[in-house]
């Protein structure tokens, strides 16, 4: 069986995957990937584009059912190793020792495979070369692919969906602090506007597409908010749901089939704050976040994803129409001039400038 965990990006998608490794015979892989819109990209331009790697894309993908030879994919697997190794050395136990794995350590680069082959022969040999100890029987992956996961749908007879979703307000807060205040980086660097990215190609796509898919037991909706108040409960109803045996420790992180770590890293949302191994119900409290978002962004915000917030019972939080909206962007405010310090985050910016209005207009 293959599972695909699917969020929008500060949602909780890794915590999510940290608890629930362990999961009966179940290999859960702990790199985000973007297995489709990355073979598509290679597949039309030879290579990954900026809007495929930040994944701020939404159009059709066409060319998944032709084929690629590992040589071709090649660049996307080893940028992919390369955030398995990072794991294992944090790793307590045998994966720790293991070597930076390249392509040419796991597949015949001149077999050439279409996307659904390539998804599965990749799990396969990552979860065999990881722990040759443990005979995986499901594998499970993490992606931010929101506009296409009916494609994973299509390809994939077998596959079973966990849906993380989170209120949309705190989704864009996370984003814009990790974007524009931790790492020093313009609105317009995802995408050409964060805002538009995480609303118009991860966040609402992927409600509408949850509100579609509600009462098929093939997918399982989790809400972070539940998830980080009783994450035992949660976990145990994924279990059930598809009808394996439960994480050994559902409270707490682990990796490689239930090893622990010996750190797991920084926050990107605030520079200082580690995460914590176990799940703390309200972790922007305890770190003492600022709210980052501007007035003009909330409202967007709430206007764009209103219907859903309804959908999935969350709270209305503003009532504002289009034409306030609009008001608001008519004219620009100092913020949107942040963090350009170089000529690409210049043009880039002016050209986001237009892009953000366009989206809303």
Known sequence: MLIGVFGTGRNGSSLISHLIDGLGDTYVHPVEEKFLTAFDSISRKGRITRFVEQNCIDYQLTNLDKELTFSHLSGYINASLRGIHRHSKEAVGAPAELPLLTTDDLFNTFHSCDAKGFVTEYLNKIAQKIRPDVSFQHHLFKSIETPYIEEYERIFDNIKFIHIIRHPKDVCSSQKRSLVEN???????????????????????????????????????????????????????????????????????????????????????????????????????????????????????????????????????????????????????????????????????????????????
Not at 214 to 233: A, F, G, R, S, T
């Open 183 to 361: 790492k020093n980086l313009p609105e317009s660097y995802l995408g050409y506007d964060y805002l538009s990215c995480m609303l118009d190609k991860r966040w609402v796509p992927h409600a509408e597409f949850i509100e579609s898919r509600k009462n098929n037991p093939n997918h399982i909706i989790v809400k972070y908010e539940n998830l980080v108040k009783d994450p035992n409960q949660e976990i145990q109803r994924i279990a059930k749901a598809f009808n394996l045996t439960p994480p050994p420790r559902p409270n707490v992180q682990t990796i490689f089939n239930d090893l622990d770590k010996k750190t797991w890293g920084s926050n990107p949302s605030k520079k200082g704050v580690k995460f914590p191994v176990e799940v703390v119900s309200d972790l922007q409290k305890k770190c003492d976040y600022t709210e980052v978002l501007s007035p003009r962004e909330l409202d967007l915000i709430s206007y764009k994803t209103k219907k859903w917030l309804l959908a999935l019972d969350y709270e209305l939080f503003s009532e504002v129409t289009k034409k306030k909206v609009i008001l608001q962007y008519v004219k620009l405010e100092k913020s949107e001039f942040k963090n350009w310090r170089t000529v690409s985050f210049f043009g880039r910016g002016l050209l986001g400038l237009i892009y953000r209005r366009m989206a809303i207009f």
